[in-house]
């Protein structure tokens, strides 16, 4: 659900461990670019650990590893969903 707006959020997916959701198709390719690489890594500012991208508010279930494959998995639905809607 939005934390603005209060609407559910038209491209999501059920999981097993919850709900995969993306706002747009920016937001889509940029779940699959960070879910998708083989290394990732978080680099510390000058002023120490960041807490500023949406990336590092995700859940626990959804930065495991051991989901990487259901996470995609869903992704990969969503992108269906988005091809879909612009045949329309």
């Excluded at 959020?9 to 690489?37: D, K, S």
């Excluded at 960041?50 to 990969?76: D, Q, Y």
Aim: aromatic share 14%.
């Amino acid at each position: 659900m939005d934390g603005y707006f209060h609407l559910l959020y038209w491209l999501q997916v059920p999981c097993r461990h919850g709900i995969v959701f993306a706002t747009n198709e920016e937001h889509l390719a940029y779940m699959r670019r960070f879910f998708g690489a083989a290394l990732r890594e978080r680099r510390r500012s000058p002023h120490g650990w960041a807490n500023a991208g949406f990336i590092s508010r995700l859940p626990p279930w959804m930065k495991a590893a051991k989901n990487r494959a259901e996470i995609m998995s869903c992704l990969s639905k969503l992108e269906r969903r988005l091809k879909e809607a612009r045949t329309f």
